[in-house]
């Protein structure tokens, strides 16, 4: 199976909780593991606003581009990230809740361009049939 990994899914991982454990599973046994560049970055951010040191958090991101295929966005990207921006802000709409991030948008479009499954604990995936739900 091929899979991408949202930032939620990192982060579980790198924390080390149980929800961790089963993305950590998931990734051994996967076939082929993308993370999209800005996912590096949304994680980075988290772990940087909550205090933790620049060291250890470089040492984070090196173990997430050493675990997976760093993805860039290209023209093809933008274009599919557009879509399904459109797509996750009207089922989020539906559902009442937060719209999603353009970030969440580019994760959905790796996931389409790349025919993987989504490895997320991320509301705004939900009920997708492309989502692998940790939880």
């Known amino acids: 199976m ?3 990994i949202d930032t939620y899914a990192w982060i579980e991982l790198l924390i080390g909780s ?3 454990k089963k993305v950590k599973e998931l990734i ?3 076939e082929e593991v993308y993370t999209p560049g800005t ?3 949304e994680t980075a951010r988290k772990f940087l606003r909550e205090g933790t040191d620049e060291k250890t ?3 984070w991101l090196e173990i997430i581009t050493a675990a997976s295929v760093i993805t860039q966005i290209d023209s093809t ?3 599919e990230a557009a879509k ?3 797509e996750l802000a009207k089922k989020a709409k539906m559902s009442k809740q937060n719209t999603p991030s353009l970030f969440d948008a580019i994760v959905h479009a790796t996931a389409r361009i790349n025919q993987c499954k989504i490895l997320t604990g991320d509301e ?3 009920n997708l049939p492309e989502t692998i739900w940790i939880d």
């Open 18 to 20: 149980e929800k961790g």
């Open 28 to 30: 051994e046994n996967a």
């Open 57 to 59: 958090i470089t040492m």
């Open 2 to 4: 091929k899979i991408v």
């Open 39 to 41: 996912v590096l970055a």
């Open 77 to 79: 990207t933008a274009l």
């Open 84 to 86: 399904c921006q459109l």
């Open 124 to 126: 705004h995936f939900k």
